[in-house]
């Protein structure tokens, strides 16, 4: 069975950084790309990074890149998304999430956040002001 495990959020004051983790099991990273979405309360998921083995291929959201940066650790099947220069409005839950056979260099946000084949629970990242 696919699985997908958020870790990592957490409270952090504006300008601080977290890096989450998305542990994966059950497919092989080699055709399958990892996304991140995230969700405001209220708000609609956003689809904000994504990272695909198979070309080495990354996307970023206008609202993270410079920001944000993903990475990939095949060996320990797991996904990194490093947060930097953290702002209240990242304020959410995020959530990672894989796609078979995607590329990131060919996604888009909503992809990521509406299109993606199985998802993981959860992390909060909290930014004070």
């Known amino acids: 069975d696919v699985q997908l495990q958020a870790s990592g959020g957490g409270l952090v004051q504006t300008g601080g950084s977290l890096r989450l983790s998305c542990a994966a099991s059950?497919?092989?990273?080699?055709?399958?790309?990892i996304g991140w979405s995230r969700q405001a309360p209220g708000k609609e998921r956003e689809g904000i990074a994504c990272?695909?083995?198979?070309?080495?291929?990354?996307y970023y959201s206008d609202s993270v890149k410079g920001r944000f940066t993903i990475s990939s650790d095949n060996a320990k099947n797991t996904v990194y998304l490093q947060l930097s220069h953290l702002k209240p409005e990242d304020t959410a839950v995020y959530y990672c999430?894989?796609?078979?056979?995607?590329?990131?260099?060919?996604?888009?946000?909503?992809?990521?956040?509406?299109?993606?084949?199985?998802w993981g629970k959860g992390t909060l990242v909290t930014v004070s002001s």
């Open positions: 059950g497919f092989t990273f080699d055709e399958t790309a």
């Open positions: 990272i695909s083995s198979s070309d080495n291929s990354t």
């Open positions: 999430a894989s796609a078979l056979l995607l590329e990131c260099g060919d996604v888009d946000a909503r992809t990521l956040a509406y299109g993606m084949d199985y």
